[in-house]
């Protein structure tokens, strides 16, 4: 993977981004209820991250968007929390070490917007995902945090920035 940069979404992502989420989740089988597949905004993810202490991150290469994750306040949790929400990456591009750049690109910017930890949900399928968040210090949960409505996301972890 050449020339890979990690840039803010603009409106035209829209459609890009929504194919590449729903993509993933067709090539994992992840459950589509109870998942971010079902969120109402996946087709208007620019809009829904240009609120208040949100930014959602694209990787493009060569003109192609090939990966995606954004940062935005726990839904109905601790303002000082926020989420790492919706981190999926075209296979083409995993296990070369742009997700660790892409999470460090977010965990940034959830700094700079005064959060004081960081919350993820993910599936216990997820390895290399979860491998990802425990190398980024992240530890699990006992019990998920807000009420993200992914009810089918049973692995919680949290960061303390």
Same mark, same amino acid.
């Given at each position: 993977?050449?020339?890979?940069?990690?840039? $803010?979404?603009?409106?035209?992502?829209?459609?890009?981004? $929504?194919?590449?989420?729903?993509?993933?989740?067709?090539?994992?089988?992840?459950?589509k209820v109870g998942t971010a597949y079902e969120d109402p905004y996946l087709d208007l993810m620019f809009e829904e991250y240009s609120k208040a202490k949100s930014s959602y991150f694209v990787v493009e290469s060569e003109g192609e968007i090939v990966g995606c994750a954004g940062i935005a306040p726990l839904?109905?949790?601790?303002?000082k929390i926020c989420e790492l929400q919706k981190m999926y990456f075209l296979p083409k591009t995993r296990g070369l070490g742009i997700g660790a750049k892409m999470m460090e690109k977010c965990l940034e910017q959830a700094k700079d917007?005064?959060?004081e930890k960081c919350y993820i949900e993910t599936m216990p399928f997820m390895h290399a995902a979860q491998k990802? %968040?425990?190398?980024?210090?992240?530890? %699990?949960?006992? $019990?998920?945090?807000g009420s993200t409505g992914h009810c089918s996301c049973p692995i919680w972890m949290l960061k303390v920035l």
């Open positions: 993977m050449v020339n890979c940069l990690i840039r $803010a979404i603009e409106k035209e992502d829209n459609q890009s981004v $929504a194919s590449l989420i729903r993509s993933v989740f067709d090539e994992m089988e992840i459950p839904e109905n949790g601790d303002p917007f005064g959060f990802l %968040y425990k190398k980024s210090g992240f530890e %699990y949960l006992d $019990a998920p945090l």
